[in-house]
């Protein structure tokens, strides 16, 4: 069942479920918007302007957040890094600026939803999952084999949507596999888990159609962690959950070379940007560069593939040093906290699950998180919010107006 009621449930006409709407079609505009300034355009104009005037109910909840806290003090701390960048530009700052006040806009809509409606963030997920499932569907059947085309070109599937890279295109379905697998372990039985189910076989096959390693291993990853925190700790789960897990650990060793003489292409090209990327952080270990990096030309003339981090932990220490390092540190630390608590004390792994997926991407195949509407909003900071509202208690199977209700009725009854 998905437990899409409108935010504001007295009222048809209002604010909060506009902006309900116009979220809901944000989310999903990633699969079916072909281009995507016009995807940034509608984020702006019809999720952050009109939701300005829900933050501040956001706000009063998330100046308890842990996560919020850390996640002001880093964001803050990688903007002052601008000032001292070797090529400052006060116009790249204040895009940033922008980009920012967009980032932490859309986490606290978020967290208003699950204010609103504790079950509400979850059936918005659950309902874009269905449009993901239809979209990865299309891809897959419009996919033109590598068999037909010339020898020379070998071609790798990318999703419709706002995506035009195979392996963003990975992470942003591949997400949406989670939650489809979530749903269908949960409310096995009924005619929407079985919905859920063959659309999860069918963003996996999607998924390995990418040929995404990344993509692939944080989907094994999240899967295998969807299992094993199994609040039933039934056999079976706990069955396909070690099983996962020996293939995501024996993936992982073949990529890394461990089980044969080659390291997988994709993991033996990062390591000279890796190393490239220390290089340049021994230069200003502390403080780092500045966020505003500097372009390093390849023999073409063109940026070059040394620009791109591949890792936000290690593009971090480039632009902020030990100091941004930290503080990025302390983002994930406390979001796994709220992670681990949600999984193991009230039964429900899915946020884990999500936190692990987007962990695994950004750990190997990401630069800068500071960026208008790409794959780092579905997989860093969409999980980050749910995770916030998580550490605030904001989760579980009660609405707040439940909550009210029943505080009611306990002083009525004392009072009796």
Known sequence: MLNLCRPDSDRYWSLSNLVFVTYITFLAGFYFVPNAVDHYKFYIAAVFFPG??????ALKQARHSLIWLSLLAYLGYMLLSSLWSDNFSTAILWRDVRYTGYILSFT???????????????????????????AAAISIATFEPVTQQPASLHQRLVGL????????????????????????????????????????????????????????????????????????RALPALFIGLV??????????????????????????????WQHVVEQWQAAPVFGHGYQKVIVLAENGTPSIVNYAHSVFLSTLRDGGLVGLFLLL????????SALRTALADHNPLYLCLFVFGLV??????????????????????????????????????????????ARADDNHKTD
């Open 161 to 232: 949507g706002t995506t035009d890279n195979p392996n963003p295109s990975a992470f942003i379905y591949g997400f949406f596999a989670v939650i489809a697998l979530d749903y269908a372990h949960k409310y096995w039985g009924g005619k929407l888990a079985y919905v859920y189910a063959v659309g999860f076989a069918t963003i996996f096959l999607f998924v390995i159609l990418t040929e995404s390693n990344t993509g692939l291993l944080a989907l094994t990853a999240a899967c295998t962690l969807l299992f094993l925190v199994d609040k039933r």
């Open 52 to 57: 300005l005037l829900l933050l501040p109910t």
């Open 330 to 337: 302390l983002v994930y630390g406390f979001a796994l906290r």
């Open 361 to 406: 991407c950004v750990l190997v195949d990401v630069d800068q998180i500071v960026t208008r509407p790409r794959e780092l909003w579905v997989i860093l900071w969409l999980p980050l919010a749910c995770l916030m509202a998580c550490e605030l208690g904001l989760t579980g199977e009660k609405t707040p107006d439940t909550k009210d209700a029943d």
């Open 244 to 273: 996962l897990g020996l293939v995501t650990a024996a993936y992982l060793a073949w990529s890394m070379g461990l089980l044969n003489a080659a390291i997988d292409v994709g993991f033996s090209k990062r390591l000279p940007i």
């Open 108 to 134: 606290l809509v978020t967290l208003y939803f699950f204010e609103r409606n504790r079950l509400l963030p979850t059936a918005i997920m659950q309902l874009v999952a269905l449009v993901v499932i239809v």
